[in-house]
């Protein structure tokens, strides 16, 4: 949590910039709210391939066919642009002619695709680009786009692309897919119509319509963390033998390797899943010591060569232990955010203001007085009168500081015509306080001697001809003030 005093008010310009514009860099949910968002008028679902396969098929052909898929917006987009992140593992596969094999599946959109290493037309008429940045360590990355004269995307399959796996894949092993929003300088992020008009449609579909959660299945799905929308898993082998004497027959199924202690004898660890605070640290307790490991999420949590997870940043990680005999197991780790209640003192003056800055998602503030402080939606207190108040910081139902604000009157001020916002200089921005203070006066509000200063026109109280007469003492017009 930080506290950043308010030193001045900015002035600024208003345009008419198109909303679009701000697209860029934005965030996932296009400025709309929660309500707004959950109300879109399209509220599409991006998936990707789920892919269950045995040792003998991924070996027998190396080559896997991955899909992009939406649901719920049939004739409603045309422009997308979508991230997508696969196992470091896996490789992009290239036909005869050294082209990658990404191919389209809609029959009316079209683009280009280019790579680090090579610039294409795609299988058409669709296109994108391969883009190695990465979301975390152990991941590769394609940027898809697409662009056509009218709506005429459809649902199912967007994108198919082909890659190969590595020839020393395991039962056990699991090669994440993931979709992920982004929008930089290079590529953004974009599920649009043919005017551009549906922003909650694209709002939903990369705040809702992605990282969809589902319950896995040990054996037929891995236990992987369910922030990855798709995968390919090679499934532990199963063995059956039957016994069979003069009187009975015994039948005995085992499961080669798995992903827990429970389903590999050769590798025990204390724990298959743990949830952690930000910061916190839990170190693996296994039967061996010959052990290497791995994080699926390093921006969640990190491991290190001992066997130490540290807690890195909410969401979900699976750490990876494999030891030199082949033996697999896995840890689900589940990062809270560090909820511990701050409590801070703030001592201001009759009309000062503090923005408070917190981390979180779903924030809100409250003040026990507001006769003393108030605290706007965005975060920033205004001291209004004399006394103690209380200013409550929320995360949802989580408290996350108490700020104990104690305001005290503010000094009297010397009198000089003309100085409404109190700087001891008298320009324009004099002007434009007093402006302000007259479109919202709780918002900007003037002292009460830079109301007494304000007052220069001659006659009593403050209105926008006081703003006048500064523009004109600013620019020379006037010579001195106030105006008898």
């Given amino acids: 949590m930080k506290l950043k005093k308010l030193l001045s008010i900015a002035i600024a310009s208003v345009f008419s910039i198109p909303s679009l ?40 052909n190396n080559v896997v066919t991955l899909a992009i898929s939406v649901d719920g917006a049939d004739g409603e987009y045309c422009s997308t642009g979508i991230h997508v992140y696969y196992d470091d593992r896996l ?24 790579t680090d290493d090579k610039s294409a ?8 680009s391969t883009l190695n940045s990465s979301k975390t360590a152990g991941m590769k990355g394609i940027f898809l786009s697409t662009s056509g004269s009218g709506n005429d995307g459809f649902d ?21 897919i993931d979709i992920l929003y982004k929008s930089n300088a290079y590529a953004e992020d974009m599920f ?17 319509g992605i990282y969809n959660e589902e319950n896995l299945n040990f054996v037929d799905e891995p236990i992987y963390g ?51 605070k930000e910061n916190e640290q839990y170190t693996i307790t296994a039967n061996r010591s010959d052990l290497t490991f791995k994080s699926s999420n390093t921006d969640v949590a990190i491991v290190s060569k001992s066997g130490v997870i540290t807690a890195w940043g909410k969401g979900n990680a699976v750490i990876s232990i494999v030891d030199t005999d082949g033996n ?22 009759e009309n000062e203001q503090y923005r408070i800055s917190a981390d979180g998602s779903d924030i809100s503030y409250k003040s026990s007085n507001t006769g003393v402080a108030i605290v706007s939606k965005s975060g920033v207190i205004t001291a209004w009168g004399k006394g103690t108040a ?16 104690t305001v005290t009157p503010e000094e009297t001020g010397t009198y000089k015509a003309g100085d409404a916002n109190g700087d001891s200089n008298i320009t324009i921005s004099d002007a434009v306080a007093i402006l302000q203070s007259l479109a919202n006066a709780e918002k900007y509000p003037l002292s009460e001697q830079g109301k007494l200063n304000a007052d220069v026109d001659g006659v009593p109280g403050v209105t926008g001809k006081d703003a006048a007469v500064i523009q004109q003492y600013d620019a020379g017009a006037i010579t001195s003030l106030p105006i008898k």
């Fill in 328 to 349: 697999f197991a896995q840890i689900k780790v589940t990062v809270a955010e560090n909820t511990a209640v701050k409590e801070t003192a703030l001592n201001l003056m």
């Fill in 91 to 114: 490789s992009l596969a290239e036909n005869s002619r050294g082209r990658y094999q990404i191919r389209n599946a809609q029959d009316f959109l079209s683009g280009t695709y280019k």
């Fill in 390 to 405: 209380v200013i409550t910081v929320m995360s949802g139902n989580d408290v996350l500081e108490i700020i104990n604000v």
């Fill in 226 to 276: 369910t922030s990855y929308d798709g995968y390919i898993y090679i499934k532990p082998e199963i063995i059956t033998t039957t016994t069979t004497t003069a009187t009975t027959t015994t039948t005995t199924t085992t499961t080669t390797t798995a992903n827990s202690a429970e389903h590999d004898e050769g590798l025990i660890i204390d724990k298959k899943e743990i949830t952690l």
């Fill in 192 to 208: 649009l119509d043919i005017n551009r008009e549906k922003i909650d449609m694209q709002a939903y579909v990369f705040t809702k």
């Fill in 121 to 128: 037309a795609a299988c058409p008429p669709h296109s994108g």
């Fill in 21 to 60: 514009s701000f697209t860029a860099f934005a965030d996932a949910n296009q400025g709309l709210t929660e309500s707004e968002i959950e109300n879109a008028s399209v509220k599409p679902k991006l998936t990707a391939s789920k892919i269950t396969m045995t040792l003998d098929e991924a070996m027998s």
């Fill in 156 to 176: 199912g399959d967007i994108w198919t692309f082909d890659v190969e796996l590595p020839n020393y894949a395991e039962p056990g092993d699991v090669f994440p």
